[in-house]
């Protein structure tokens, strides 16, 4: 009986051991597992590299038709001064840099006044500008750039990645995001970073 005693008390310790091991491993994903060679990183842009909801809104109020060709225009000359970096991902573009990865941006939006946004995006996080591409295939460039991981906020960004064969990391949403649709962290069972809103 006092046997059966210690081998339920040490199943159960293992037990609680193992769970927390488990729960240590998903509450912290900042530790990213990478292949010791260098490889092509994408980033979205909006919600992932910058908290960039004072831009659109300056768009917005400017009165410009939303989403045409001068609200894209105002929307990409808008970030300096006004949209926030977002600190988690920048300690991961810093990262990858001191790998000596090639960092790659892929983001949704028009590239009407899109040199400016290049430019910003050259000076803020030191990507160059030709790797800052404007389309809403992402899975379609992420295939044809060979990225190897992508990080993004929205659901789409995870799919897209997922479709192309590429590692979809989450970065968690800032709640003052003007744009709330297509979030729910963990829908594909991706990494997530923790503490990223910001």
Not at 182 to 194: D, L, S, V
Request: charged share 30%; hydrophobic share 35%.
């Amino acid at each position: 009986m006092n046997n059966l005693k210690r081998f339920v008390s040490k199943r159960g310790l293992a037990l609680v051991l193992s769970s927390l091991l488990l729960f240590s491993a998903c509450a912290s994903t900042k530790k990213i597992a990478l292949p010791p060679h260098p490889i092509n990183v994408g980033f979205d842009c909006d919600d992932t590299l910058l908290f960039s909801t004072p831009a659109f809104e300056i768009a917005t109020e400017s009165g410009a038709e939303e989403y045409s060709d001068a609200w894209w225009s105002i929307v990409n000359s808008s970030d300096e001064g006004n949209s926030i970096i977002k600190k988690e991902t920048q300690k991961i573009v810093e990262k990858h840099q001191k790998r000596g990865d090639k960092l790659i941006v892929i983001t949704a939006r028009s590239n009407n006044g899109g040199g400016i946004l290049k430019n910003y995006l050259n000076k803020t996080f030191g990507i160059n500008q030709e790797d800052v591409y404007f389309t809403h295939r992402k899975a379609a460039k992420i295939r044809e750039l060979d990225i190897k991981i992508f990080y993004g906020d929205s659901d789409s960004d995870i799919e897209e990645a997922i479709k192309a064969g590429a590692r979809g990391i989450r970065i968690l949403r800032s709640p003052k995001s003007s744009y709330k649709s297509k979030y729910n962290p963990g829908k594909y069972k991706e990494e997530i970073i923790p503490n990223s809103e910001y």
